[in-house]
């Protein structure tokens, strides 16, 4: 798991570097209005959270599990097999995601 360090600073090129180069931060992001920096986050993809990888591996599993179930009611559907067919599936992904749901916000930093 790699962390990235990146400074996000209202300070010019060559303060920005200056204080990069004694920090040992190796990346910055510079003139950056303070009601810009959110927008600097998400432009350069460094919202994230990190998690253990036991965590991550559950999480995709359970996604996994999902993914097919929906495939499943796609298929049914194209089949135009009866509605409780359908409905049931359904109810039975919403309460998936909402487990996955669960699962992220519990162990959210």
């Known amino acids: 798991m790699e962390i990235e ?3 996000i ?4 090129k060559k303060t920005a570097e200056a204080i990069a180069k004694v920090t040992g931060i190796p ?7 303070p009601e810009g920096k959110v927008q600097e986050i998400k432009n350069n993809n460094l919202r994230k959270t990190i998690r253990a990888e036991e965590l991550k591996r559950n ?3 359970r996604l996994g ?3 097919g179930q929906v495939k ?3 298929i049914k559907v194209s089949e135009d097999n009866y509605c409780d067919d359908i409905i049931n ?3 039975a992904v919403q309460s998936a995601l909402d487990t996955v749901k669960k699962i992220l916000l519990e162990n959210h930093i």
């Open 59 to 61: 999480l995709l599993k």
């Open 9 to 12: 600073t209202g300070d010019n």
């Open 5 to 7: 360090t990146v400074m």
């Open 72 to 74: 499943g009611i796609s």
């Open 65 to 67: 599990r999902i993914e």
């Open 27 to 33: 990346r910055t992001i510079v003139e950056a209005l």
């Open 89 to 91: 599936p359904i109810t």
